[in-house]
């Protein structure tokens, strides 16, 4: 009973990161630069997806709401950017900021305005929980969609577009390759920042709040608080998945917010691996890819993922990533 | 200041209703410093739903609740948690998915504070790890430390869950038959493990085993109906008419 | 003196037709209430009694509606095609039940909303498949065409007032049927205490599958009823969906008078929301068009906003399921 050498997760784990990054150059390669676009795609959900699983799989939290977070962060590049072509000062603001088309700038400003929209929505659902944090976290988001469709300066129903992706220093965004860089980039920070959350302390907390909150609070910790910070992380980083949606698309929608976008996400959660911070990603490629290739035979592609889906739930529980990288593949 | 004489715990006409049902009617009794008090009485007297009163799991209709000098009547569970009342359940209350010494490092990490500390290790710790591993010997766990808490027997998670109470340090520990489910063998093993507590620790003990409660109580308060009928030293309440009529008479 | 009559009757004559408008806007906001009622009855009885989260509810309000409308359509006869739709969304509903819902009773509620999401693209594409991606249109039946005077002077739509009618009578029906029928006891039974109806020795799973289709069959009753008055199209069963969800937290989970409750609750504060918000907004803010908007974005997410106040003050809902 030898402990192998590299064991089955590292590899999976080595291997998936060398495919990433290779990617773009072997799709030249082939001339098919459009997998680049769609494997930013991937890069960005998975980035939603383990912001996500934060709150899901480590706190037991079942939001079924977390696209409105994608939205509020696509949204804040979109209105920046849409100041900015209009000139016209942003609204509610002191001074007169006419928007701004620099990442680190309008991304950070995503991050913020996301995490404080996490800050009301999880103090007030926080105060449910079950089925009740289900539903309530569906209707905010309902409400966020409903409140974009009504803003009729920035589009409503139909968005707004972006002349341009944002400026980042030294890089042009506007580049493909540079732009999955630059996800690829910020989707290994936010893993490796998660990692080290979930072992910390607070994850610790995190994740006895989601075996037993009654024992937690017997203990002496007051729950809601942490739970409610979980929650705000959650949406901070969906809220920066958001801002490289609407980099990506140049375009930025209430359609981000609708509900079946937050069921998406957690289909991917749920398919890679519940609890887990590399099955949300494998989650989102199997996702995406999926509808990529079952949409080339058939526009009624749903008939089939739908079918799919419950399959998984009945049948496959531990999801991709439990199956690839084994028993021991659950992180920490 | 209060004075040394003043009891750690000390409840006050609680009274709790559900519908018409009287589960606390005017329960007043006291837990002194160091003391172990037993709390007995038939099926259905109100003790559990005393414990959660004084736990804060439950709000009382009326009356109040003091503890170590403060009226914590309308104080939550975590805080009262941290002013030193720990408690265990009936039903075994411990996190499954982890190992048996991570169980108590979350107790150990309740005492320690920042719990918003989010970039070191937590696991190898040793501010956490080392105080839970000593919490596991001083119950005997030590050898099962890495196995999941959820995969022990019964009665090993019965002791883990009296470790996390004491591992938190409290000041009084609030036992919910601590003995339920457990075969003779644990049960003694149980009692040897809560005999040395005894003097250092305040306690107050529900129990259903006549045989553990005279043998580690130094009062006993016979509740039947959410009333207390009496409070006494063991011996006085064995002697006891009232009691005997009321609540020993029926039980073999 | 004579100003001074003219300036009152100027004042009755408003006041009569902020009444009438208010007469107008109540009954429509019954009618809502009775449609998010239909849905809601069905949805809050399968959560008390299965524990079952259900998103595929609002699929058979759609297929109530696909179906009525083709019937309908078929027939050339609106009742043919209602009196249709009922049991085929009660079918459906059943055969939900046995085939997938009835495995994942004991499951947590992420992996029923994962399942039901799932039917819920299935049944979504597989009307896209059947009837084509286009909305279409009901008119409504010759015999509830036209207005009645509620009150002289105060038209309103016959149709609109079956509606509200027909929702009343379901629920004094739903009513006897739980207080008065033996069915009607294992489902109050079931809601609360589940253990005790199998030791009763009743056949559950069969309890099961017709409470489900008594959800199903109402819902669908919603349905085939909105053809006339909404387009009849795919992923309208979702936006009811939502608005149901909201009665059901508001009204409380489990309990069918809570669904009422909340429906109709949910069906003044949408309506009323949207019929006065604007105009009273505008009397208290000067700039017309920061009024307009702002009147649009509350009055859409005004039932989202009583939601939370419902929460915040009654963490479990307005009604607690049976005891």
């Not at chain 1, 400026?167 to 506007?174: I, K, S």
């Not at chain 1, 698309?249 to 957690?266: A, K």
Request: charged share 15%; aromatic share 10%; with cysteine.
């Amino acid at each position: 009973m030898d402990k192998p050498v590299v064991t089955r997760k590292a590899l999976v784990l080595g291997l998936g990161l060398v495919l990433l990054l290779a990617l773009p150059p072997i799709a030249l390669a082939m001339d098919e630069g459009f997998f680049i676009s769609l494997f930013s795609r991937i890069l960005i959900y998975a980035l939603a997806a383990v912001s996500l699983d934060l709150i899901l799989g480590y706190a037991g939290m079942a939001s079924l709401g977390h696209g409105a977070f994608l939205g509020v962060g696509a949204y804040v590049v979109g209105i920046l950017a849409f100041h900015l072509s209009d000139g016209s000062p942003l609204p509610f603001l002191p001074g007169a900021w006419a928007g701004t088309a620099s990442a680190l700038i309008a991304w950070t400003a995503a991050i913020l305005v996301s995490a404080l929209f996490a800050l009301v929505i999880g103090a007030l659902s926080q105060r449910t929980s079950g089925v009740y944090f289900i539903m309530i976290t569906l209707a905010f988001a309902q409400m966020l969609y409903f409140f974009f469709i009504s803003l009729s300066t920035y589009g409503g129903q139909d968005g707004v577009n972006l002349e341009q992706r944002n400026t980042f220093p030294l890089l042009d965004l506007g580049d493909d390759t540079s732009f999955y860089y630059v996800c690829l980039g910020l989707l290994l920070g936010f893993v490796f920042l998660c990692k080290r959350l979930v072992n910390s302390r607070f994850g610790m907390v995190m994740r006895g709040c989601k075996q037993n909150e009654t024992r937690m609070r017997a203990l002496g910790f007051a729950t809601y608080r942490y739970k409610l910070m979980c929650f705000v992380i959650a949406g901070a980083g969906a809220g920066l998945a958001g801002a490289l949606a609407a980099n990506q698309s140049e375009f930025v929608s209430p359609g981000l917010m609708h509900w079946t976008r937050s069921g998406e996400i957690m289909i991917m959660v749920i398919l890679g691996g519940m609890g887990t911070l590399f099955g949300p990603i494998l989650g989102a490629a199997a996702l995406l890819l999926m509808e990529d290739v079952l949409a080339s035979y058939t526009e009624h592609w749903m008939i089939i993922l739908g079918p799919v889906l419950i399959f998984v739930v009945l049948f496959a529980r531990r999801g991709i990533y439990g199956f690839l990288a084994g028993p021991g593949g659950r992180d920490g | 200041m209060d004075s040394p004489a003043a009891p750690l715990l000390d409840v006050q006409g609680l009274v709790k209703s559900f519908g018409a049902l009287r589960a606390s009617d005017g329960i007043s009794l006291d837990v002194r410093a160091g003391e172990i008090h037993a709390v007995i009485g038939p099926n259905g007297a109100g003790k559990t739903t005393l414990i959660n009163q004084l736990s804060g799991e439950m709000a009382p209709d009326g009356g109040q609740i003091l503890f170590d000098g403060m009226n914590v009547t309308a104080m939550d569970v975590a805080r009262r948690a941290r002013m030193g009342l720990a408690r265990s359940y009936q039903i075994t209350s411990i996190f499954p998915e982890f190992t048996a010494l991570e169980n108590l490092a979350m107790a150990v990490q309740s005492g320690l504070g920042h719990h918003f500390r989010f970039w070191r290790n937590a696991k190898t710790d040793p501010a956490r790890i080392a105080p839970a591993m000593e919490g596991l010997r001083r119950v005997e766990l030590e050898a099962v430390a890495h196995s999941m808490a959820g995969e022990l027997a019964h009665g090993q998670q019965r002791q883990l869950e009296l470790a996390m109470a004491l591992a938190t340090g409290p000041k009084l520990l609030l036992l919910d038959e601590p003995m339920a489910g457990m075969g003779p063998e644990e049960s003694r093993r149980m009692t040897d493990i809560l005999l040395p507590l005894k003097g250092r620790v305040s306690i107050l003990l529900v129990e259903h085993d006549m045989d553990v409660v005279f043998a580690l109580a130094d009062r006993i308060t016979v509740l039947v109906l959410g009333k207390p009928i009496a409070t006494d030293t063991p011996a006085r309440i064995r002697a006891n008419p009232d009691v005997r009529a009321a609540y020993l008479g029926e039980s073999p | 003196m004579r100003r001074r009559l003219a300036c009152a009757g100027a004042a009755v004559f408003l006041l009569v037709m902020t009444f009438y408008l208010f007469l107008e806007q109540t009954l429509n906001a019954f009618q809502l209430g009775v449609m998010l009622f239909l849905m809601a009855a069905g949805l809050t009885l399968v959560f008390g009694i299965m524990n079952m989260i259900n998103l595929a509810h609002g699929s058979f309000y759609m297929i109530g509606a696909y179906v009525s409308a083709y019937v309908g359509h078929a027939t050339g006869s609106f009742f043919i095609g209602f009196l249709v739709a009922l049991p085929v969304a009660a079918l459906v509903g059943m055969a939900v039940e046995i085939i997938a819902l009835r495995k994942l009773y004991n499951r947590d509620h992420l992996d029923q909303v994962l399942a039901t999401f799932g039917l819920i693209l299935f049944f979504n594409e597989l009307t896209a498949i059947i009837w084509g991606p286009q909305a279409i249109f009901v008119p409504i039946p010759e015999l509830f065409a036209g207005s009645v005077e509620i009150i002289p002077g105060v038209p309103y739509p016959v149709y609109r007032l079956v509606i509200i009618l027909m929702g009343l009578a379901v629920a004094l029906a739903l009513r006897s049927l739980i207080v008065s029928t033996r069915t009607g006891m294992l489902i109050r039974a079931g809601a609360s205490n589940r253990e005790m109806v199998s030791a009763l020795g009743v056949d559950i799973d069969r309890l099961y599958t017709i409470v489900f289709g008594l959800g199903a069959l109402l819902a669908g009753l919603a349905g085939a009823l909105a053809g006339p008055i909404l387009a009849t199209e795919i992923g309208m069963g979702e936006n009811i969906l939502i608005l149901t969800f909201v009665v059901i937290i508001v009204g409380g989970i489990g309990s069918v008078r809570g669904a009422l409750v909340g429906a109709l609750l949910v069906g003044l504060v949408d309506t009323y929301g949207r019929a006065f918000l604007p105009t009273v907004l505008r009397s208290l803010i000067e700039e017309p068009s920061v009024a307009d908007g702002l009147g649009a974005s509350i009055s859409s997410m005004s039932i989202y906003i009583l939601m939370a106040v419902v929460l915040i003050f009654r963490p479990r809902g307005l009604f607690q399921a049976y005891g």
